[in-house]
C-alpha cells in the first residue's frame, strides 16, 4: 500500500499543480470570452512573455524587484494588445477579432524567438518554492503544494471582486448584454481593459508556478498549455470561473493519470479528445449557461 | 479584320510549327552542325581543340543532354575564333540550347493562333472567353517552363514557385470552408498532415521500405502505388476522416468550431506519432524516400486542376448554397437548404484538397515527419486567405504565392547583419525577418481587413473595361 502510494503520488499531485496553474490561464481566456465572446488565443503565448521576462530580468535583478515587475509589465502587455489589436475591430464580424488574435499570438511568438535567438532559456529558481520536499515518501517541489492553495486562494478573491465591487457588477452586466449595458452608461472599454488586466496578471502568477516546475522557457512552450487551459474553460462552462478552475483540475489530473499508465503521447490528444466529447454532448460545459440565438 | 486576323493565326501556326520541327531535329543535326563549324577541320590538328570536341560528342553519345551542353558552352568560348559560326548555325545552336523552351513557346504559339482563329470564327461568346483563357494559362505554364529551363530548378524563385503553388491550393480549400462557407475551422493541419502521410506511406518504392521502416523490420505494407494514385489516396483519407470528424463537430456553433478542429488536428499529431502504429506511419521518425516532383511544372499542373475544380464548384448551385449559409444561417434554411448536409460537403471537400495540397509538400519537402503540421501551420494558412481576401479564389492565389515569397526570399536580407562602412544596421539578426513580416500581417488584418481582394474575383473584363474606358470610376461597374 505505501508503495502504491510513493509510486502514484507524484503523478496525482503534479496532476493537481499543473491543474492550478492551467486554472489560472484558464480564468484569462473565459473572463475575455465571457464578455468579448472571444478566444483570446495571443493568451497563451502573454503566458510565455511572462516566463521570458521573469528570465531576463532575474539575470540582472534582485528577486524582489524583478518579481512584481514581471508581473507589472505582463499586464502592461496583456492591457496593450487589447488597445492595440482588439479595440480597432470591435465593430468588426467577430471572425476578424479571433484573425486577429491568431495574428497577435504569431507576432509574440516570432518577437520571442527574435529577441532570445529560439533556445531554450532555464527559468530563474524561486527560494523556497522550488525547494523540494518529501510526503509520504514521495520527493516533489514546495509549488506543487502551494499551487493549488494558492489558486484557490486567487479564485475567492476574484470571486469576491466580481460579486462584491462595482467593476465586478459592471463586468457581470457586460457579459450578459454588451449593448445594453453600454446603454445603461457603462463604460465598455474600461471594463475590457479590467477584464484583460486581471486575466494577464492570473497569467503571469501562472507562468511563475508553472515554470517553476518546467524549467525550460522556448517560445512556444506557453501555446500547449494555453490551449489546454482553454479546452478546461470550455470544459467548465466559457463564461464561469468555477467551472474553469474545476475543469483545469480535472484535465491536469486526468493529464498525469494518462502519464502515469505510460501513454505520454496521447497525453495532449487526450484533453482535445475530451474537448470534442464535451462540445457534442454538453456545449455549454460543466457549469455553462445555455444561450439561446435570436432570430 | 475577320481576315486580317486568319493571316495572323496562320502565320502564328507556321511559327510554331516550325519552331517545335527546329527543336525537335536540333539533337540529330548537333554532329553535322560541329562539321560545318569547323570546316576545315582544325580540330584534327589541336589536340586541345579536339578533346573539347569529344566531350560534346561524348555528351551526345550518352544521351546526356546537360554534358553535352556544358561541354558545347566550353567549345564554343573556348575556340571561338577558330570556329565559323553564320547566322544559320547560330539559329541551330540556339535551337539545341534551348530545345525545351523553344517547343513549349511554339506550343504557346500554336495555341495563340487557335484561340485568334477561335475569335474570328466563333459565334459563341462563351468559347471565345473559354479560349481567352486557356491561352493565359498556356502563357503561364510556359512561362514557368522557360523560366525553369533559364534560371534553374534549384534557384529560389523555382522553390517559391513551387511551395506557392501548394500553399495557394491549401488557401483555396481553406478559403473554400471559412470564407464561402463562412465555417471557421482550424484543422486545415491536420488534414494536411492525413494526406502527406498517406501519399508517402503507399509511394514509397518496395524496394526502400526496409531502410526506411528500419526500426520496424520494414514496415507493414509491402507494396506500393503509382504517384497520381497515392495523391488521390491521399485527397480521399483527409475527406473520409473529414467526414467522420464532422458527424459531431458541424453542429458546433463558430468559435467552439474553431477549436474543436484545432483540436483534432493535434489528436492526429499525437496518432501519428504513436509508437504502435510505427509499422505504417514510421512512429516519430522520418518518411523518406519517396517520389518527389523534379519539375516546378507539377504542383502548378495539380494544384492548377485542384483549384479548377473548387472555382467550379464555387460557381455551381452548391456554391451559391455555400454562400447563403454564410450569410445567413437561418435565412438559408428557411430558403430549403440543408443546413448539415451543405456543410458536411464544404467540410469533406475542403479537406479532400487539404490532402491533396498535403501530399503535394511532402513531395516538395522531400521528407515528412509529424512534428511539423502544428497550429502554427494552420494559422499561416488562415492568414494567407485573411491577406487574400475571404470569399476570393484570385486573391488567396495572390496572396500564397506574395506570402511564400516574402518570407523565404524578399525578406531574407533582414536576417543577416549588415554592415554599411562603419555603420552596423541595428536589429538586423537572425529571426528579425519574422518579426516585420508579423508586424506587415497584423497591419493588414487591422487596417486592410478586405484584403488585396476583399470578396471579388480577378476578371479579365473587368480589367479590360478598366482600361479601355479611361480613367475615372467609369468602367467599375
Not at chain 1, 464578455?35 to 488565443?41: E, H, K, V
Not at chain 1, 512573455?49 to 499586464?75: E, F, G, R
Request: charged share 10%; with cysteine.
Amino acid at each position: 500500500m505505501n508503495n502504491f502510494i510513493s509510486a502514484n503520488l507524484p503523478y496525482l499531485l503534479a496532476g493537481i499543480s499543473v491543474g492550478g496553474q492551467y486554472a489560472l490561464i484558464a480564468i484569462g481566456y473565459t473572463m475575455v470570452y465571457g464578455i468579448l465572446r472571444l478566444i483570446n488565443f495571443a493568451h497563451g503565448d502573454i503566458f510565455t512573455v511572462a516566463a521570458y521576462l521573469m528570465v531576463y530580468m532575474n539575470a540582472t535583478m534582485p528577486l524582489y524587484i524583478s518579481l512584481p515587475m514581471t508581473i507589472i509589465l505582463t499586464v502592461l502587455l496583456g492591457f496593450g494588445v487589447e488597445r492595440v489589436a482588439y479595440k480597432p475591430l470591435r465593430q468588426a464580424p467577430r471572425m476578424s477579432i479571433m484573425i486577429s488574435a491568431i495574428g497577435v499570438s504569431y507576432l509574440l511568438q516570432n518577437l520571442m524567438w527574435y529577441v532570445t535567438g529560439g533556445l531554450a532559456q532555464q527559468y530563474p529558481t524561486i527560494p523556497f518554492i522550488s525547494n523540494t520536499v518529501r510526503i509520504f515518501g514521495a520527493t516533489t517541489k514546495i509549488v506543487t503544494l502551494i499551487t493549488p492553495v494558492l489558486t484557490l486562494v486567487l479564485v475567492m478573491m476574484l470571486s469576491l471582486l466580481i460579486h462584491r465591487t462595482k467593476i465586478g457588477l459592471a463586468m457581470r452586466a457586460v457579459s450578459r448584454d454588451f449593448e445594453t449595458s453600454r446603454l445603461m452608461g457603462i463604460k465598455i472599454n474600461n471594463v475590457i481593459s479590467v477584464t484583460f488586466i486581471i486575466g494577464s496578471f492570473l497569467a503571469a502568477i501562472g507562468s511563475m508556478l508553472y515554470f517553476s516546475n518546467y524549467t525550460a522557457v522556448t517560445p512556444t512552450a506557453g501555446a500547449m498549455p494555453g490551449l489546454k487551459a482553454f479546452v478546461a474553460a470550455v470544459f467548465g462552462g466559457i463564461g464561469s470561473i468555477p467551472g474553469a478552475v474545476i475543469g483545469a483540475f480535472i484535465i491536469g489530473i486526468c493529464e498525469n493519470i494518462i502519464k502515469a499508465l505510460g501513454l505520454t503521447t496521447f497525453s495532449d490528444a487526450f484533453t482535445f479528445a475530451l474537448l470534442i466529447i464535451v462540445l457534442v454532448f454538453k456545449p455549454t460545459g460543466l457549469f455553462g449557461e445555455a444561450v439561446y440565438e435570436k432570430v | 479584320m475577320k481576315i486580317f486576323k486568319t493571316i495572323i493565326a496562320a502565320l502564328l501556326v507556321v511559327c510554331a510549327l516550325f519552331m517545335i520541327y527546329t527543336s525537335y531535329t536540333a539533337k540529330d543535326s548537333l554532329p553535322g552542325l560541329l562539321e560545318r563549324m569547323d570546316p576545315q577541320n582544325l580540330a584534327e590538328t589541336d589536340s586541345q581543340m579536339q578533346r573539347a570536341k569529344k566531350r560534346v560528342t561524348d555528351g551526345l553519345m550518352e544521351d546526356n543532354k546537360e554534358k553535352t551542353l556544358r561541354g558545347l558552352e566550353r567549345y564554343l568560348n573556348g575556340f571561338a575564333d577558330k570556329l565559323v559560326i553564320d547566322t544559320q548555325v547560330q539559329y541551330e545552336l540556339f535551337a539545341y540550347q534551348n530545345g525545351p523552351s523553344m517547343i513549349a513557346g511554339g506550343l504557346l504559339l500554336l495555341v495563340a493562333g487557335i484561340v485568334l482563329i477561335l475569335s474570328a470564327y466563333c459565334k459563341i461568346a462563351q468559347a471565345r472567353r473559354l479560349g481567352i483563357h486557356v491561352l493565359l494559362i498556356t502563357v503561364l505554364f510556359v512561362g514557368v517552363y522557360i523560366l525553369e529551363n533559364t534560371v534553374g530548378a534549384n534557384s529560389m524563385l523555382m522553390m517559391v514557385l513551387k511551395k506557392g503553388a501548394i500553399y495557394a491550393l491549401v488557401a483555396v480549400a481553406m478559403n473554400l470552408l471559412n470564407g464561402f462557407t463562412g465555417l471557421f475551422s482550424l484543422g486545415q493541419a491536420g488534414f494536411m498532415l492525413i494526406g502527406a502521410y498517406v501519399y508517402a506511406i503507399f509511394s514509397i518504392e518496395t524496394g526502400n521500405r526496409a531502410q526506411v521502416y528500419q526500426y520496424y523490420a520494414g514496415g507493414l505494407i509491402q507494396f506500393s502505388l503509382p504517384t497520381l494514385v497515392s495523391i488521390a489516396l491521399a485527397g480521399l483519407a483527409a475527406a473520409f476522416f473529414a467526414y467522420l470528424i464532422g458527424l459531431p463537430v458541424l453542429r458546433l456553433k463558430s468559435d467552439y468550431l474553431a477549436i474543436a478542429t484545432l483540436g483534432f488536428a493535434e489528436i492526429i499529431r499525437a496518432v501519428f506519432q504513436y509508437d504502435g502504429l510505427g509499422p505504417i506511419t514510421n512512429g516519430s521518425n522520418l518518411l523518406r524516400k519517396f517520389p518527389v516532383f523534379e519539375t516546378v511544372l507539377f504542383p502548378f499542373a495539380v494544384a492548377g486542376v485542384c483549384i479548377l475544380l473548387i472555382a467550379l464548384m464555387i460557381h455551381s448551385t452548391y456554391g451559391r448554397a455555400f454562400k447563403a449559409i454564410r450569410d445567413d444561417e437561418i435565412a438559408a434554411e428557411a430558403m430549403g437548404i440543408n443546413l448539415y448536409h451543405h456543410k458536411q460537403m464544404s467540410f469533406v471537400i475542403s479537406s479532400f484538397f487539404a490532402g491533396v495540397g498535403g501530399a503535394l509538400l511532402a513531395m516538395y519537402q522531400t521528407t515528412v515527419q509529424a512534428k511539423a503540421f502544428t497550429a502554427a501551420m494552420t494559422y499561416e494558412i488562415l492568414l494567407i486567405v485573411v491577406i487574400g481576401g475571404m470569399g476570393s479564389i484570385s486573391g488567396s492565389i495572390l496572396a500564397s504565392f506574395l506570402f511564400v515569397a516574402a518570407s523565404e526570399w524578399w525578406l531574407r536580407f533582414l536576417d543577416n547583419a549588415t554592415v554599411i562602412g562603419n555603420f552596423k544596421v541595428p536589429l538586423l539578426r537572425s529571426g528579425f525577418r519574422m518579426v516585420v513580416f508579423s508586424v506587415v500581417i497584423m497591419a493588414v488584418v487591422l487596417f486592410y481587413r478586405q484584403g488585396i481582394m476583399g470578396d471579388k474575383e480577378f476578371s479579365l473584363s473587368k480589367l479590360r473595361d478598366r482600361f479601355t474606358r479611361g480613367k475615372g470610376g467609369a468602367g467599375r461597374v
